[in-house]
C-alpha cells in the first residue's frame, strides 16, 4: 500500500512539475477555441456512455441507461467507493483519500474514469487528470480510479460494447 502510494506522488510530482514521465502518456490541453478531444484523443469519449456509481455487497455496480455493468472488487475497495459516495472519511485517511489530498496539493482536477475492458479475469481503466493545461491518463484499476473520481466529483464513463458484452438489461 505505501509503494502504491509513493508512485502515485512521484508520478503526480512529475506532473506537476512539468515533467513527461516515461510511459505515461501527458498531453497539453490546446489554446482556447479548439475542441480538447481533437487535440487529446484521451479525452474523446466517442464509444463512451456516462454512469451511475452504486455498490452492492462487493461489487461495483455502473448503470447508463438499461444497462448495468456489476464489477466484484475487494471488501475494502467498495467499502472505500461508498464512503466516497457518502462523503465520509474513517478516523484515518485510506489510501483514496491521501490520493485526493496529493490531488488537492497539486491543484490536480480529476476530470473523469474511463472504464475500457475486461481482459482475462480483470477490468481496466484510464483514470484522466489535469493540471492547468497537462493531462495525464493513468492507467489504473477501476475500483482505484472510481473511488478517487466519487471523492472529487468526477465522472465516470463506461465503454458502450463493454457495457454491451457484460452488461445487463435492466429495464
Known amino acids: 500500500m505505501r509503494l502504491i502510494i509513493l508512485t502515485w506522488i512521484v508520478m503526480l510530482s512529475g506532473l ?5 514521465l516515461t510511459g505515461l502518456p501527458v498531453g497539453r490541453l ?6 480538447l478531444a481533437d487535440e487529446i484523443p484521451q479525452l474523446s ?16 455496480v455502473l448503470t447508463s441507461g438499461c444497462r448495468r455493468l ?21 478516523a484515518r485517511p ?9 490531488l488537492d496539493t497539486y491543484d490536480m482536477d480529476v476530470l473523469m474514469v474511463k472504464v475500457e ?6 477490468y481496466f481503466s484510464k483514470l484522466v487528470i489535469q493540471q492547468g493545461d497537462r ?7 477501476p475500483s482505484d480510479s472510481i473511488a478517487v473520481a466519487v471523492r472529487k466529483g468526477a465522472p ?3 465503454s458502450q460494447q463493454l457495457l454491451g458484452q457484460l452488461g445487463k438489461n435492466v429495464c
Open 30 to 35: 490546446p489554446t482556447e477555441g479548439r475542441l
Open 135 to 141: 493531462v495525464l491518463n493513468l492507467d489504473a484499476k
Open 16 to 20: 506537476a512539475a512539468g515533467i513527461a
Open 70 to 90: 456489476s464489477m466484484a472488487t475487494h471488501d475494502y475497495q467498495a467499502e472505500s467507493i461508498s464512503r466516497g459516495l457518502e462523503d465520509s472519511r474513517d
Open 156 to 158: 465516470v464513463y463506461v
Open 45 to 60: 469519449l466517442a464509444g463512451y456512455l456516462q454512469a451511475e456509481v452504486a455498490i452492492d455487497a462487493n461489487n461495483i
Open 94 to 102: 485510506n489510501a483514496h483519500d491521501i490520493m485526493v489530498d496529493i
Open 117 to 122: 475492458s475486461f481482459s482475462g479475469d480483470a
